[in-house]
Each structure stands twice: as C-alpha cells, then as structure tokens.
C-alpha cells in the first residue's frame, strides 16, 4: 500500500486567510467589496460600499479608445507598455512633482496597480522575508504578502486629533533586519489619511536603516481635499533609488474598468518588476493605453472638475452621517470616509462586520467594515472594530437618498 504524498499548502488557501475570507464551514467567501455590492444589488440598497463611480469618466477619452479600437489597435501592446504612455506617465510626473523618469527604463505600463503592486511583491520578497503595511490596508496588499510566501507586519494608524496619525514608535518596532519591503499606501485606504512630511520621513529612515525598498501605492494622488498635498516619498532624500512608486488611471479618470496602471523607478527595480509582471498578465489594454497617454497630457481640468465635485459630496457624507449620530474622520483624500458606528451596535450587532451586513436591510444602505482591512484579530482590527467606511463616489441623489435612510434608521432606534 502506498499512500498519496500530502499536497504541497494550497497557496489559495493562504491568500483566503491572509485577507479574512475562510468562512466559518472553510469555504472561500469573495471579497468585501464583492460580498456588499451583491448584497446592496439584492436588498435595492444604496450602495456606498465598494468604491467605484457610478459616472464614467471623460467623453472625449473614452472617445480616443473607441477609436483606437476602430483604427486597429487592438493586438497585444509591448509588455512595457507603449512608448506614447510611458512618455505620458514620465513628464506627468515631472509636472506633479518634479520627478525625472526615463521612459525607457524608469517605467512600466500594468494591469491596474494592483498588478503592480503585486508584481512588486513577488519580485522582492519570499519565504522568511516580512513584507510590511500601514493598518488598516488595502485587501490585494495583503494577498500579494500572501502570494509570495512572505510574512505580513503591521504599522497601525491611531486616532489623533480628529484624525489618523501613523503610529511612529510601532513603525521603528516593526521594520527590522528581515524587512524587505515597506508598502505605503497614501492617500490612505480606507482612512482618507494623507500622510505629512514626518510620518513620510520616518518611513524612509525605517527603509534606510533595513535596507528594505518601499513599493508606493498612490492610486488617490490626485483625489485631495481642504488644501491637502500628496508628496511622492520617492522624493525624499536618497528615496528614489530605492522606491517603487505606483499609481493608476481608475481612480483619477473614473475609468476603474479599463485596468490602466503603472510603476516608476530605478531601471534595476523596473527590470525586477517586469520579469514577474510578463508572466502574470503580459500586457493588456492596448487601445486604452493611447488614451490614457492622452488623458494624462491633457485632462488636468477634467481632473480637477471630479475634485471638486468629490469634494462637495465628502460634505453631503460627512454631514449626513453626522445627522444620523456617528463620529467621523474627514479625509484629506481618496473617496471613502471612516465612521465611527459604536452608537448603532447592539448584542446582536456588536461589531461593525455585523453592522455592515445587516444595513442595507435595516435601512437600505450598504457599507464596509473596517476591520476588512486589518489584520484578524490584531489590536488594529480590536481598536477599529466599530468602525465602517462609506465611499462618496456615487451621485448626489444617491447620497442624499442614503443620508435620509440613515436618519431615519437612527431615529427609528429611539
Ligand atoms: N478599490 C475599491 C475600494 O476600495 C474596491 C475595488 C475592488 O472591489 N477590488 O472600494
């Protein structure tokens, strides 16, 4: 009798547990994101869950992409990207931010950032290396941590006057000899954090000190309110040769479906990035890619009219969720705000995991909890367990709409 060898660890097992989705049976749930829109789509709620715009982006991009496709470009595009983008993605961030980037070794054309920040994890890191984020962080951080084998470490943003504040000591604690990369997520998802010169310069000494390269996730770079700055911490001193910076078109154009991002660094990082990201998607998007070279030389004011428009809804949010009785985080960027719901748990809703999935039948508004983007179990996911997070990113009337629901759920619990 042989017996079967035991299967090598299922690694999708390891991405499900990284991220919060073993279900109780050990089964496999999708992610937040996934579980609050079809929940929101069955129950008719407001869906203020997943951030995605319910507006397209500019007419007159998506037009250069419709004809791209009319014209012919529709066979794979240089895995790098075409040249025409990644001029456009240098001299865009030469104009931001004064950064010069050589097109042909200083940039790379993705599958969103999220494949870049995932090609960037795989390349840098494995088995025995940590790999560390802010907390709370985005879900694909952690699967791409999870991905490579790597051991996921935690640098908690807390509560500070009014807002979150990168928790500095936690940051020297955490980052030591086995670090290899630090991902900075600014501004911040879910807290709407930007983060300032000091908490940026304190993450670069960290990376100095370690020797560890910092893969930049700056997918809300342009999306900044009440006079915030984002400040690429590539530009720090001696940062950029050891920074992968990453950003993408979804957010700043509207256009999430279209899987448009980019990566920029040193030639030898870029060269690390790209002999992973050939293999996980080649290259895709070819007529899209035109246009967004297009979008980013000339759509500044199409940009700066989402701002502002974003920025009037941040106020409808904050003064609707206000109105029904919660605390709330103003965020310096992205599109979600942070709310504080302790005044809504009950014994049978005592968390806002609970909350989240019971709200779009109790008052027809879907949301997110916070602790989705924490650690299982870790003081982060302890402290910010009443906490869920609501996107602005939808029209007025929706927001309105979801605003009166909620003030009436809050009044109706008398
Ligand atoms: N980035 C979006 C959010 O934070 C979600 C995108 C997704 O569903 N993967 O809401």
Redesign the pocket.
């Known amino acids: 009798m042989t017996s079967r060898p035991p299967l090598p660890a299922p690694r999708w097992r390891e991405v499900a547990r990284a991220t919060g989705l073993i279900a109780p049976d050990g089964s496999t749930r999708p992610?937040?994101?996934?579980e609050m829109?079809a929940l929101a789509r069955r129950t008719g709620a407001a869906n203020l869950?997943?951030?995605?715009p319910d507006a397209d982006g500019p007419e007159w991009v998506r037009e250069v992409a419709a004809q791209a496709i009319r014209d012919g470009i529709n066979q794979y595009p240089p895995g790098q990207g075409i040249p025409a983008l990644r001029r456009a993605i240098a001299a865009h961030r030469q104009r931001h931010y004064g950064i010069v980037l050589d097109p042909e070794t200083e940039v790379v054309v993705t599958a969103g950032a999220?494949e870049a920040i995932t090609a960037a994890v795989l390349a840098l890191a494995g088995p025995g290396d940590e790999v560390a984020t802010i907390e709370p962080f985005?879900?694909?951080h952690a699967a791409a941590i999870a991905l490579a084998g790597a051991t996921h470490t935690t640098v908690p943003l807390v509560p500070d006057d009014g807002g979150f504040a990168l928790d500095l000591a936690a940051l020297d604690a955490v980052v030591g000899e086995r670090t290899r990369v630090i991902i900075v997520n600014t501004p911040h998802?879910?807290t709407g954090a930007v983060l300032g010169r000091r908490e940026l310069e304190a993450i670069a000494d960290a990376a100095r000190r370690v020797d560890a390269i910092v893969v930049t996730d700056e997918?809300y770079e342009h999306l900044l309110y009440g006079g915030e700055r984002h400040t690429p911490i590539s530009t720090l001193p001696g940062m950029a040769e050891r920074t992968i910076s990453i950003s993408s078109a979804?957010?700043t154009f509207s256009l999430?479906g279209w899987k448009i991002g980019w990566a920029t660094g040193p030639a030898a990082l870029m060269e690390a990035l790209l002999a992973v990201k050939q293999f996980l998607t080649f290259s895709g998007g070819a007529p899209f890619q035109p246009a967004i070279a297009r979008a980013l030389a000339e759509g500044d004011a199409d940009v700066e009219a989402l701002r502002r428009s974003l920025e009037h809804r941040r106020g409808l949010l904050l003064d609707g969720l206000r109105a029904a009785g919660l605390t709330v985080v103003e965020p310096g960027g992205t599109y979600?705000v942070c709310a504080d719901a302790s005044p809504w748990l009950t014994a049978e809703m005592p968390d806002g995991a609970a909350l989240a999935r019971a709200l779009p039948e109790l008052a027809g508004v879907a949301c997110?909890p916070v602790s989705a983007f924490c650690l299982q179990g870790s003081p982060t996911a302890t402290a910010l367990a009443p906490w869920v997070?609501f996107?602005f990113v939808k029209d007025e009337e929706t927001i309105r709409t979801a605003m009166a629901r909620l003030r009436e759920f809050a009044a109706g619990r008398g």
Not at 31 to 34: A, E, S
Not at 49 to 52: D, I, L, N
């Open positions: 992610t937040i994101f996934t829109s869950g997943q951030g995605f999220t985005y879900d694909s998802n879910p997918v979804g957010k999430t979600f997110v997070r996107t």
